[in-house]
């Protein structure tokens, strides 16, 4: 079995971590799915190295798919 085919990969991007414990293929995916949204700042790291910059482990990963928009605030009426 391949490094890329382990389910050891994260994706990090401006905003942290978005993914972790991927396959090298999914986290491609990923990468392509969060440039079109706009994200910046992507790529993909191990792990390993993720846990190291975060100082926390990472989390596990998310299935794609929809994401919850920002709450709204409230207005006063």
Request: charged share 25%; aromatic share 4%; net charge positive.
């Amino acid at each position: 079995m391949s490094e890329l085919d382990e389910a050891r990969w994260s994706v990090l991007s401006e905003r942290g971590c978005e993914a972790a414990h991927l396959s090298y293929a999914a986290a491609a995916q990923l990468v392509a799915q969060l440039t079109r949204e706009p994200v910046f700042g992507l790529c993909i790291i191990t792990d390993e190295a993720a846990t190291r910059l975060n100082g926390t482990p990472s989390t596990p990963a998310q299935k794609p798919g929809k994401r919850r928009a920002p709450r709204r605030k409230k207005s006063k009426q």
